[in-house]
């Protein structure tokens, strides 16, 4: 199974500012995706890294606030820009392989408090 | 898009007892995927098991298998042998294309 590295692991951050988030995978995936998971609840899908084009968003999730990089097929970032508390939330990485029946799988997420 | 609901906020269990986890889902796509993840208070999200909507029996992992019965829209987990180290936030998922949708997690306390 694919091992998924996210760094870094905490941050605090003050309100205004940007953080990026990084997400490196042990081997080639097809498909890596972004999820937030605020305090006390499930997770929701942010959007879809695409590898060498424009991430697909989910509704209520904007490239201006999230933008998303993955130049190849064992990266991705995330940041979240212009920082608010209410983005004080977990985000996770996820990441499956191209081979049948094999699951999704996360990274240990990023704990990201905004003051 | 898919729907899901998992009804039970927290659940109690006795050591090396079975336990079940219930989901439902919803969705109108023909084929999609259910999973289940564990979520200790860590906060990684650990893969437990898988059911494809295709698939003809339910999936099993160990002491982990999946009643998955599609009439019903149901995948639920069946925990076997409850441990300790199985207290934690259990979330089903699904989806298609593994874009998945969560549902709101069970809490597992196994006690001793």
């Known amino acids: 199974s694919a091992v998924i590295s996210q760094k870094p692991s905490r941050d605090i951050c003050q309100r205004g500012t940007s953080l990026t988030i990084q997400c490196q995978v042990d081997?080639?995936?097809?498909?890596m995706f972004w999820y937030r998971q605020q305090p006390g609840q499930s997770l929701t899908l942010i959007a879809t890294?695409?590898?060498?084009?424009?991430?697909?968003?989910e509704s209520g999730f904007v490239i201006d606030k999230f933008p998303i990089s993955r130049p190849n097929l064992t990266f991705s970032t995330l940041t979240v820009s212009n920082m608010s508390p209410e983005d004080s939330s977990i985000y996770l990485c996820?990441?499956?392989?191209?081979?049948?029946?094999?699951?999704?799988?996360f990274g240990n997420g990023t704990r990201l408090t905004v003051t | 898009a898919q729907k899901i609901t998992q009804t039970q906020p927290g659940m109690f269990v006795q050591e090396k007892e079975a336990v079940t986890l219930d989901c439902t889902y919803d969705?109108?796509?023909?084929?999609?995927?259910l999973f289940w993840y564990k979520q200790p208070s860590s906060g990684e999200m650990i893969f437990l098991i898988y059911?494809?909507?295709?698939?003809?029996q339910n999936a099993t992992e160990g002491r982990y298998s999946l009643n998955f019965q599609k009439a019903r829209k149901s995948a639920n987990l069946v925990i076997s042998a409850s441990q300790l180290g199985d207290s934690a936030m259990y979330f089903c998922?699904?989806?298609?294309?593994?874009?998945?949708?969560f549902g709101k997690g069970t809490l597992l306390t196994v006690n001793p």
């Open positions: 081997s080639q995936v097809t498909m």
């Open positions: 996820s990441a499956r392989t191209g081979t049948a029946n094999s699951p999704l799988h």
């Open positions: 059911q494809g909507s295709y698939d003809q």
């Open positions: 890294a695409n590898q060498g084009s424009e991430a697909t968003y």
């Open positions: 969705t109108s796509d023909p084929s999609y995927g």
């Open positions: 998922g699904g989806g298609s294309n593994y874009k998945l949708t």
